[in-house]
Nanobody, 122 residues
Framework: EVQLVESGGGLVQAGGSLRLSCATS????????IGWFRQASGKEREGVSC????????DYADSVKGRFTISSDNAKNTVYLQMHSLKPEDTAVYYC???????????????WGQGTQVTVSS
């Protein structure tokens, strides 16, 4: 019933941009935080950004602050991650997730999407 579906990943050159989308359904969007996480090959999953479905409050990892922007369209139950000035170290599978708290901690999130691959070439 609960579903989160990421889209928008792909292959871009360093310095380029991508916009990821996370379409959600099956849970009360306005009572959850939606987070973006990423996992590079051989690395631990890390938080990227999150947004409150209730009031729009946001948070960002230091590694992406100033380059990435998270936003939401509550009417569509959809969250976006606009990524600019992409670097090779941004290469990872990007996941969106829903949870009860506005945190960038993976284990605090209950529902997860399937992920979308972002590859940044040098």
């Amino acid at each position: 019933e609960v579903q989160l579906v990421e889209s928008g990943g792909g292959l871009v050159q360093a310095g380029g941009s991508l916009r990821l989308s996370c379409a959600t359904s099956g849970f009360p969007f306005e009572n959850h935080a939606i987070g973006w996480f990423r996992q590079a090959s051989g690395k631990e999953r890390e938080g990227v950004s999150c947004i409150s479905g209730y009031d729009g409050t946001t948070d960002y990892a230091d590694s992406v602050k100033g380059r990435f922007t998270i936003s939401s369209d509550n009417a569509k139950n959809t969250v976006y991650l606009q990524m600019h000035s992409l670097k090779p170290e941004d290469t990872a599978v990007y996941y969106c997730a829903a949870g009860p708290f506005l945190l960038l901690v993976p284990h605090e999130y209950d529902y997860w999407g399937q992920g979308t691959q972002v590859t940044v070439s040098s």
